[in-house]
Every structure is written in C-alpha cells, then in structure tokens.
T-cell receptor, first 108, second 112 residues
C-alpha cells in the first residue's frame, strides 16, 4: 500500500464546478504539500500546510492531522485549472513522499 | 526571474553512453534535489544536497552520481546509461528542508 494515496486518479468536470481532490497518508508528517504540474510539465508549489486551512485565490487546502487526510478544493473551476495536482508529505528531512497525482480536466 | 534552470531540455542517448544533467538556481537556496518522474508514478528522489558540500542518496540512486559544485549548481551524472533510465528528470531547490520546493522545467531523457 502506498504511503500517500490520492483520489480520484482522474477527474473531468465542467467549467464553473466546485472541485475536490483528496489525499490520504499513513505516516506521521510535519507538513503536507500540494503542487500543480502544468500540461507542459512545469511543477509549481501551491500550498504547504501542517494544520487547518489555507486559501489562495480560488484554491483552498485543508488538512486533518488526526484523520491523516487533506483536501484541495477549486472554486469556480476554469479550463486553465486543467493540470495534474500532486500531494506530497514531509515525514523526514529532505525526503518527501509523493502521491501519484490527480489529473484534472475542466471542459469549457 | 530565472529560478531553477535545467539543461538540456531534451536528450537522446544510446545505451552505455554517459552524460551530465545541469541544474542551477539563483534564489540562494541551501537545499537542492534531483527527481525522476515516470508515467503513472509519483516523483522519486534520486539524490539531494542539504547544503553546499553535502550530498545524500534518495530513494533511487543506483546508476547516478551527483556533484554540488557550489551553492548554485547541482549536477546529475549518468555514467553508463541504461534504457531503464528513460524518464523525465526534475531538479528542485528550497531554502531549507521544510520549505516549499521550486522546480526546473525538466529534462526529457530517452535511452535507446
């Protein structure tokens, strides 16, 4: 069993829909990261969080440490949000444990 | 703002050839990393450098060597390329181990 599991693996939605991507992990962590990988391949860090909730524009990330679960939400989704969203956890220095990613497609 | 610069962007090698992937960052970050990304799998850490002058193995170091030439540069060398090393390679850097990582655009490497 992978230590970091993301769901769903693939998600297709219509423009404007509210999107939720989930990440569950099985190890103790000091922080959890959400990243976005563009269709061209570039990877950008979206959030790093260790408790509670963070918001940036239309993106919201939450984490529940007790349940070992995090969610990434996108409000008012847009085709430019189409990307692979990756969850990674900090369980020990330097070596993040990476999820396999969720491929999101937003149709106009 | 250059950020993390990787060269080359694409490379095709024959089995047994050697090559070095270059990575440089201009953010004065202490830590640097090399990952590989294969279809359907998460990023896997090859080597990392916590600070200038130190390097350590990650999850999949076999077949690779690294050099932290100075604070800015961290290179990855394949001494004798194998088809199993066909992958997309990403370099990343961060201020410290518990800070967000900044990624280069990747190098697509094919070994024939």
């Amino acid at each position: 069993k992978n230590e970091v599991e993301q769901s769903p693996q693939n998600l297709t939605a219509q423009e404007g829909e509210f999107i939720t991507i989930n990440c569950s992990y099985s190890v103790g962590i000091s922080a959890l990261h959400w990243l976005q990988q563009h269709p061209g391949g570039g990877i950008v860090s979206l959030f790093m969080l260790s408790s509670g909730k963070k918001k940036h524009g239309r993106l919201i990330a939450t984490i529940n440490i007790q349940e070992k679960h995090s969610s990434l939400h996108i409000t008012a989704s847009h085709p430019r949000d189409s990307a692979v969203y990756i969850c990674a956890v900090d369980s020990s220095n330097y070596q993040l444990i990476w999820g396999a990613g969720t491929k999101l497609i937003i149709k106009p | 703002n250059a950020g993390v610069t990787q060269t080359p962007k694409f490379q095709v090698l024959k089995t047994g050839q050697s090559m070095t992937l270059q990575c440089a960052q201009d953010m004065n970050h202490n830590s640097m990393y090399w990952y590989r990304q294969d279809p359907g799998m998460g990023l896997r850490l090859i080597y990392y450098s916590a600070s200038e002058g130190t390097t350590d193995k990650g999850e999949v170091p076999n077949g690779y060597n690294v050099s932290r030439l100075n604070k800015r540069e961290f290179s990855l060398r394949l001494e004798s390329a194998a088809p199993s090393q066909t992958s997309v390679y990403f370099c990343a850097s961060s201020w410290d181990s518990n800070q967000p990582q900044h990624f280069g655009d990747g190098t697509r490497l094919s070994i024939l």
